[in-house]
């Protein structure tokens, strides 16, 4: 069974904060996302888009020729403050920025 291919479990996206509501005991499970919201109300300004908060790890052994790259574009629930990732990829090759998950994050990507 050595044979058989691993298959991966990214790129994965999360919809729900996982974090615990201490107001009402129970897991909160909130949609609303911090720079989501602040990206929209910019947006609905004119006023530009929001920087990402993302973490980057970068693998590489003494004889990969690429590194792989796991990437996660977190965000922060607006309901309890938790920090958790909306998104997360891996990829070998190239270190490239994270792209968001769906356009109504950000809105269409300058170039």
Known sequence: MADKEEKSQFPKE??????WNHTTNKPCGSTRRFAEE????????????????SAEIIFQGPLDLFPTVAQGL??????????????????????????????????????
């Open 14 to 19: 999360f919809e729900n904060c996982p974090g």
């Open 74 to 111: 977190m965000d922060i629930c607006v309901d309890c403050g938790t920090v958790y990732a909306k998104a997360l990829e891996t990829r070998k090759g190239v270190n490239e920025p994270l792209k968001p998950p769906s356009e109504p994050f950000l809105g269409k990507r300058r170039n």
């Open 38 to 53: 602040v990206g929209r109300e910019k947006r609905e300004k004119g006023k530009g888009i929001p920087v990402l908060l």
